[in-house]
């Protein structure tokens, strides 16, 4: 419920921000994608982790963590579509130039959890299931967003 909860929140942002419903879809087309990723490793019981409410919190945040690449992508289309480019070429040109950035975020949120799945003392593994679900989740979901949210752009974009 939290998820969809928080979906739906982040979609209704997107919608104002956007001023558009359908932008929305294809920056959000990249969450389940990446929520699948970082089950697969709490479904595999990789260090004790398990399904919890620290999990879940690390659910709500990969969902904000992972909209912002394609918010990258998507808004910077828009700017290059109303800058006279085709619908193909902006998005080409949006994630290639907008790839470093994305990287760059990706590689700082990962190399950020890692005190996080390094950690002893008490409270431990409630701070590894955090930091489990963020880096596989981002890490994960960042390969699905470069190649998915373009071809839905394509797909569902307006022409600008």
Do not use: W
Not at 39 to 59: D, H, K, P
Not at 100 to 108: E, G, Q, Y
Request: hydrophobic share 55%; charged share 10%.
């Amino acid at each position: 419920m939290t998820f969809l909860f928080s979906l739906i929140i982040i979609y209704l942002c997107l919608a104002a921000l956007f001023e558009s419903f359908r932008d929305p879809l294809i920056v959000l087309i990249s969450v389940p994608m990446s929520i699948c990723g970082a089950m697969i490793f709490i479904s595999m019981g990789l260090g004790g982790a398990t399904l919890n409410i620290y999990t879940e919190v690390g659910l709500v945040t990969l969902i904000g963590l992972i909209s912002k690449h394609g918010i990258l992508i998507v808004q910077f289309a828009n700017d290059l579509q109303l800058e006279g480019k085709s619908k193909r070429e902006a998005i080409e040109m949006s994630a290639s130039i907008r790839l470093r950035p994305i990287l760059m975020t990706t590689a700082a949120m990962v190399l950020g959890v890692v005190p996080l799945l390094r950690a002893t003392g008490a409270g431990a593994l409630s701070r590894f299931d955090i930091g489990l679900v963020i880096a596989s989740g981002i890490s994960i979901g960042t390969l699905f967003t470069l190649f998915v949210v373009p071809a839905m752009y394509l797909l569902l974009a307006d022409n600008l």
